[in-house]
Each structure stands twice: as C-alpha cells, then as structure tokens.
C-alpha cells in the first residue's frame, strides 16, 4: 500500500514537474534538444540543475525521463507535419542536395520559399480586402 501524499505535497510535486517541463521547453528553444535526441545524451545537460533534481525527489508523478520522452513525441509528431511542406518548398525552389551540400544554401532554399509564400499571401489578402 502506497502512503498517501498530502495535497501541499502534491502541489509542490506539481510545481516542480512544471518547472522541469519549463527547462525542456527553454533548452528546445535554445535548439539544445531536437528531434533525434536521446535520454542518455541529454542528461548530463540537466543531471545538476535544481528542476531535475526537485522532480527526480517527487514521490508521485510523471518522472523526468517520461516529461522528456513527451517533449520528443511531440517534436517527432511536428517534424512528420513539416517534413512533406519542407520537400514541397525545395522542390519548388529548385534545390537538391548532394553529398557536398552544406547547411545555409538548404536554409536559404526554404526561406526563399517561406517568403514566396508570406508574399502569396500578402496578395490575396490585399486582393480580399479590397474585393
């Protein structure tokens, strides 16, 4: 039988898991986490940061490991959404990559692309505005 956990305990458990959950956000944000990371290459990122430690001491809750593994799949689920509109806009733009290609004439393919369309837009929004 598991003790019960008084509802200041839980509270604070929650807190901490919300913290946690902060510092994964902030880190994919600083592009410190991506798509293919794992667990085991991630940790020592975090393995001394107060929000890890305060979750890693919760008693009930999800654990650290299942917050990040949450933050992957949805990585993974985003990445699925972009991956064919990323292909479309190269296609489009004219690039293909060779085992030479280097990063910045891929990101400047797509940000061609990616103006192309805000310009698009632009227009049929000035064109429903004044029809």
């Known amino acids: 039988r598991v003790p019960a956990v008084s509802p200041a305990?839980?509270?604070q458990e929650r807190q901490n898991?919300?913290?946690?959950?902060q510092l994964l956000q902030k880190h994919r944000?600083?592009?410190?986490i991506a798509v293919r990371?794992?667990?085991k290459e991630y940790t020592p990122h975090i393995e001394d940061t107060e929000e890890y430690q305060a979750v890693v001491k919760n008693t009930t809750g999800s654990r650290p490991r299942?917050?990040?593994?949450?933050?992957?799949?949805e990585l993974e689920e985003e990445y699925d959404k972009a991956r064919p509109l990323m292909k479309e806009a190269l296609k489009e733009s004219g690039w293909t990559a060779t085992p030479d290609s280097?990063?910045?004439p891929f990101v400047e393919a797509l940000d061609s692309q990616v103006a192309k369309a805000a310009e698009d837009e632009k227009g049929e929004l000035?064109?429903?505005?004044?029809?």
Do not use: P, V
Request: hydrophobic share 40%; glycine share 6%; no cysteine.
């Open 9 to 11: 305990a839980t509270s």
């Open 17 to 21: 898991r919300d913290k946690f959950r």
């Open 29 to 32: 944000d600083e592009g410190i």
């Open 37 to 39: 990371l794992r667990w």
């Open 66 to 73: 299942e917050l990040f593994d949450d933050l992957i799949i």
């Open 102 to 104: 280097t990063y910045l």
């Open 126 to 131: 000035s064109y429903e505005a004044t029809g």
